[in-house]
């Protein structure tokens, strides 16, 4: 079974830059969520899809930060315009029928 | 929304049992317990899941008490590449009726040989 994919690997930017990161989750999971990680933090959570529609966004920064997962299959999440504090690892995870998650290996982001 | 609180890290050695509880006071009914396991540069990845008694699989038990406001994962005889972050969460069915997922800060084990 193919795994979360997930691109770019990493990516530096200046601050002010936009950026966007793509996620490809597992086949026939309905479920997609993008979480931040802070180094020597928990992942947290941004955004959750349900198909195309978002079930959760209370913690995304929609004044920089937007996601849209169309046609319920790949997402892309988008900052503009980067702050330092967006500096983190962005992780795209999907969920099976009994509710596993199951992670990319995320994108790495350096805002310079 | 439960929050979870655990121990910011521990030590152990090689072949030792490894236990690290977690409590979840505010856990509701609906709520289950789940635990993942990160290397370095890597996403979290799946280790056990449970809602109350007992659960065992191939890597790690977990032990849930009547009460449910805790859990014990159990990793029986560790190795070196056991060394990571583990995070206890707790599922919450949210309205849409899929759940919501609210990693803490984890534990950060250390095997030492």
């Known amino acids: 079974e193919a795994g979360v994919a997930q691109s770019p690997r990493y990516k530096i930017i200046e601050k002010r830059q936009s950026v966007a990161f793509w996620c490809n989750p597992i086949s026939g999971h309905a479920t997609l969520y993008w979480y931040q990680q802070i180094l020597g933090q928990g992942p947290k959570l941004l955004i959750q899809f349900q198909n195309n529609g978002v079930v959760d966004d209370s913690q995304l920064p929609k004044d920089r930060f937007s996601a849209e997962r169309l046609k319920g299959v790949d997402s892309t999440l988008k900052i503009q315009p980067a702050k330092l504090e967006d500096s983190a690892v962005y992780l795209c995870?999907?969920?099976?029928?009994?509710?596993?998650?199951?992670f990319g290996s995320g994108t790495q982001l350096s805002v310079l | 929304l439960a929050k979870t609180t655990q121990p910011i890290s521990m030590d152990s050695y090689e072949g030792q049992e490894v236990n690290i509880t977690c409590s979840h006071n505010?856990?509701?009914?609906?709520?289950?317990i789940t635990w993942y396991q990160q290397f370095p540069s890597q996403g979290p990845r799946f280790i056990i899941q449970g809602y109350k008694t007992k659960v065992t699989n191939e890597v790690a038990s977990l032990f849930i008490p009547a009460d449910r406001k805790s859990s014990t994962l159990s990793l029986p005889r560790v190795s070196l590449s056991d060394t990571a972050v583990y995070y206890c969460l707790v599922g919450t069915l949210s309205g849409s009726g899929t759940y919501k997922y609210i990693f803490g800060t984890g534990t950060r084990l250390k095997v030492l040989a």
């Open positions: 995870a999907s969920s099976d029928q009994n509710e596993k998650l199951f």
């Open positions: 505010n856990i509701a009914t609906n709520d289950y």
